[in-house]
């Protein structure tokens, strides 16, 4: 198993696998034939409260991931994204997030590697 993460403003590559969007909007500016996506699992994105909390402040970066686990946690969406990995040998997990360090991807990625 690859999971892998991308910015959804990346060109897509042949290395990219299955392409999953995991945002809970579609990203400005991006139609969806140059975006590529095999799948859009909005549902697994963080709760639009958290979204608006976090706004990408750096320094809450690490409550905004202890905070979007506590949903991975509750959240039926994860099963659906764990099939996804499980069905294809390359995955690569979207954002449109200008910080590739710090955004829900990273979260995302991390959870599924430490929780399977």
Request: aromatic content about 10%.
């Amino acid at each position: 198993m690859v999971l892998q993460i991308r910015r959804v403003y990346a060109d897509p590559t042949p290395d990219d696998g299955y392409r999953v969007l995991v945002d809970r909007l579609w990203p400005r500016g991006v139609s969806k034939e140059r975006a590529q996506v095999d799948r859009w699992l909005k549902e697994v994105a963080p709760s639009t409260a958290l979204r608006t909390w976090f706004h990408h402040d750096h320094a809450l970066f690490h409550e905004f991931a202890a905070r979007y686990r506590a949903e991975l946690d509750q959240n039926p969406a994860v099963d659906d994204l764990r099939a996804i990995v499980a069905e294809h040998p390359v995955v690569t997990l979207l954002y449109g997030a200008k910080g590739e360090q710090e955004n829900q991807a990273v979260v995302l990625r991390d959870y599924l590697v430490t929780r399977d």
